[in-house]
């Protein structure tokens, strides 16, 4: 019974962590991802293509950061496998 537990729980985590990725990519986050030279050249521009120029910076944020999110999970489990095999 015990390990019928143990082998739902990363289900679970795994829906959790999808449900987390979907309500973010589901609510547009107002966020301001400028430095000081393209906010500067956001004014000049207007309003309508700082809006764009501000999505842009966030989408080129993104995929880095899904990178290394995806690399630091993987080397956690690996961690993991390895602490469970020595303990």
């Not at 019928?4 to 729980?9: D, G, M, P, S, V």
């Not at 521009?45 to 809006?51: W, Y």
């Amino acid at each position: 019974m015990n390990q019928l537990k143990k082998k739902n729980l990363p289900i679970k985590k795994h829906r959790l962590a999808l449900l987390v990725l979907c309500f973010f990519l589901i609510i547009p986050p107002v966020v301001k991802a400028q430095c000081s030279i393209c906010t500067r050249t956001a004014q000049q521009l207007g309003e309508r293509p700082a809006k764009a120029l501000n999505r842009g910076i966030i989408m080129l944020a993104f995929t880095p950061l899904a990178i290394f999110g995806v690399i630091g999970y993987r080397w956690w489990k690996s961690e993991q496998g390895n602490m469970n095999e020595t303990a």
